[in-house]
């Protein structure tokens, strides 16, 4: 098995910025890519950031140029740098990887339990 637990949210001011950060930890033969989704309130779960280890980044139309993607392999840990925040960013956030748990299974997605963002004044 393999948990994922996220941090880093909270209130801030429109204009304002946030780190999250989500640690991957238990069973992990190999970390293929992770992800951060968000979902506003009375919306869907929609795809933020996406990184693959190997360093390819993805972006949300409404994100790009004000948030930043970021893993570091070694602690199978991904960073969300949200900058520039609006009103329309608040949600719960969530962190997705994909694992391979061991050289003889295929890859599995995992999700964390998610964590709430609110920009407000």
């Known amino acids: 098995q393999v948990q994922l637990v996220e941090s880093g949210g909270g209130l801030v001011q429109p204009g304002g910025s946030l780190r999250l950060s989500c640690a991957a930890s238990?069973?992990?033969?190999?970390?293929?890519?992770m992800y951060w989704y968000r979902q506003a309130p009375g919306k869907e779960r929609a795809l933020v950031a996406s990184i693959t280890t190997g360093g390819s980044t993805n972006y949300g139309d409404s994100v790009k140029g004000r948030f930043t993607i970021s893993m570091d392999n070694a602690k199978n840990t991904v960073y969300l740098q949200m900058s520039s925040l609006k009103s329309e960013d608040t949600g719960v956030y969530y962190c997705n990887a994909i694992v391979q748990t061991d050289r003889y299974t295929g890859q599995t997605s995992y999700w964390g339990q998610g964590t709430q963002v609110t920009v407000s004044s």
């Open positions: 238990g069973s992990i033969f190999s970390m293929k890519a």
